[in-house]
C-alpha cells in the first residue's frame, strides 16, 4: 500500500505561483513513477506532469510547459509541483499519483495510488 498526502493549494492571483507537494508512506518511494492530475469543475480528470523514479526524466502537458516544473526527492518521499505564471484556467483539484510499474505514463489508467488532492483557485 502507499498513502499520499496532497498539500500546498490555495488561491492565488493571476500571473502567481504556488507550490503543491505530495508526500509519500508505505512502500518505497523510490520505486514507483509520480505524477500529478488535476481535474476542473465539470470535466474529467487531465495529466499536467510527470517524473521517473530516480527523476532523471520528467513530461508535461503541452497546457504547462514552460510554466509548472515537477520534481522529487527520494530521501523524503516528496514529490513537489512548482507553478509560475498561474492562470484562471489551471483552477482544479491537484491529484498526486503513483505508478508502480514504472511507466512514466500520462493516462490515469496506468496509476495505482492517488491522494484526496488540493484545491488550486486562480482569480482573474
Known amino acids: 500500500q502507499v498513502q499520499l498526502v496532497e498539500s500546498g493549494g490555495g488561491l492565488v492571483q493571476a500571473g502567481g505561483s504556488l507550490r503543491l507537494s505530495c508526500a509519500a508512506s508505505?512502500?518505497?518511494?523510490?520505486?514507483?513513477?509520480m505524477a500529478w492530475f488535476r481535474q476542473a469543475p465539470g470535466k474529467e480528470r487531465r495529466f499536467v506532469a510527470g517524473?521517473?523514479?530516480?527523476?532523471?526524466?520528467?513530461y508535461y502537458d503541452d497546457s504547462v510547459k514552460g510554466r509548472f516544473t515537477i520534481s522529487r526527492d527520494n530521501a523524503k518521499n516528496t514529490v513537489d509541483l512548482q507553478m509560475n505564471s498561474l492562470k484562471p484556467e489551471d483552477t482544479a483539484v491537484y491529484y498526486c499519483?503513483?505508478?508502480?510499474?514504472?511507466?512514466?505514463?500520462?493516462?490515469?489508467?496506468?496509476?495505482?495510488?492517488w491522494g484526496q488532492g488540493t484545491q488550486v483557485t486562480v482569480s482573474s
Open positions: 499519483a503513483a505508478d508502480l510499474s514504472n511507466r512514466n505514463s500520462d493516462m490515469e489508467r496506468a496509476y495505482n495510488y
Open positions: 517524473i521517473s523514479r530516480s527523476g532523471a526524466r520528467t
Open positions: 508505505g512502500r518505497t518511494f523510490s520505486i514507483y513513477s
